[in-house]
């Protein structure tokens, strides 16, 4: 499928390095072939025939899950009666990538975080210890790319020194007079059905967006398994890794309680402090600062069905109109992919450091 539109994409001026293995070929492959250490499961099958694989790491501690869902345990007043959290070994953290297909930054991040795990060197042949001492002390469960439908779909395997609107046209998808479905309007028809002339990496082939399910009946089996698997884990972290045009940053949670916002507006300050050591640019969404009611969202969901800390990371995409967090766009984009996946190194840097106290 890739092949057939080869012809017409634009070429970047930035070469894609030997390591990075963005499709969705490439990810199975590394799957199939290099997870030993881990324990890996098949979490569900996309709407499009795909395996959506989940691997897992660290002894699991069932014998502190109590007697109640966690909405129930709330209610209660006692959130123990869901998991004895602060009794754990192991904390559990719990990493998505690729709810949009386009966003292959976060995909290849985690592919990296595994190799780092199976091989003790991420996919640029670099050792980091450090990183790996701490992350053998958690519970992590790994989604290395929960929408493979999207992927397989998006015909690019990097999006650096090319223009957004063409990770638009690929990401959010056409109507079928070419016109792109930019924000808001790729949100006012879900399903994704009807007008659609190129489908874009956002959806499955069924033309959902995980991001925006309907909770109480989910039209995506990935995201019932995925719903569930949290339920069943309880984990104390989740995140969930998305990219935009912007620096990198972590986005507020919306529709929980305020201290879980201020748990997450703590991880981030971390976060950013560790970027600014290394020299790199962030940008701040005011984590604290009140803002209007939104949807419930999969963070949400996520949130509401195991009070886990679980937020987006939005990781830039390096495209040739790049933004600084005031709308100016930089006369020449100052992120390449190594850079990108130093910065993701960086945020598990921070969240391993966090959650271990």
């Not at 560790?274 to 009140?290: A, F, Q, S, T, V």
Request: glycine share 8%; net charge negative; charged share 25%.
């Amino acid at each position: 499928m890739l092949e057939k539109s080869i012809d017409s994409l634009l070429k970047s001026p930035t070469g894609i390095p030997i390591w990075w293995k963005s499709r969705e070929e490439h990810i199975q492959q590394f799957l199939d072939n290099e997870i030993i250490k881990g324990n890996m499961k098949l979490l569900s099958t996309s709407s499009g025939g795909r395996p959506v694989r989940a691997i897992f790491y660290g002894e699991a501690e069932p014998h502190l899950r109590g007697t109640a869902n966690y909405n129930s345990a709330v209610a209660s007043g006692n959130v123990d009666s869901y998991y004895r959290k602060s009794e754990r070994k192991r904390p559990v953290f719990i990493l998505i990538a690729g709810v949009h297909g386009q966003e292959m930054e976060g995909i290849v991040a985690t592919l990296s975080l595994l190799s780092l795990m199976e091989k003790g060197i991420d996919l640029k042949g670099n050792k980091r210890p450090a990183l790996l001492e701490k992350l053998q002390k958690l519970r992590m469960i790994v989604i290395p790319i929960i929408n493979p439908d999207g992927r397989a779909r998006v015909p690019y395997d990097g999006w650096v020194d090319l223009p957004s609107e063409e990770m638009h046209k690929y990401g959010q998808g056409t109507r079928k007079n070419g016109e792109l479905y930019n924000y808001p309007y790729n949100k006012r028809v879900h399903p994704m059905k009807g007008d659609v002339g190129i489908l874009g990496g956002y959806y499955d082939d069924e033309g959902v967006n995980m991001s925006h399910d309907e909770w109480a009946c989910p039209m995506s089996e990935t995201t019932k398994a995925l719903l569930k698997l949290v339920q069943e884990e309880g984990p104390d972290m989740i995140a969930n890794l998305h990219s935009h045009e912007s620096e990198c940053s972590i986005l507020p949670l919306s529709n929980v309680p305020e201290n879980a916002n201020i748990e997450l507006h703590r991880l981030a300050r971390m976060y950013y402090r560790n970027l600014e050591c290394k020299e790199y640019r962030y940008k701040d969404n005011g984590i604290l600062i009140p803002r209007k009611k939104s949807g419930l969202n999969l963070n949400s969901m996520l949130y509401h069905v195991s009070g886990a800390i679980c937020f987006t990371h939005e990781s830039t995409h390096g495209c040739s109109d790049t933004y600084r967090p005031a709308g100016i766009i930089y006369e020449k984009n100052p992120y390449n992919y190594d850079d990108i996946l130093e910065m993701h190194h960086t945020l598990f840097e921070s969240i391993a450091e966090y959650m271990l106290g």
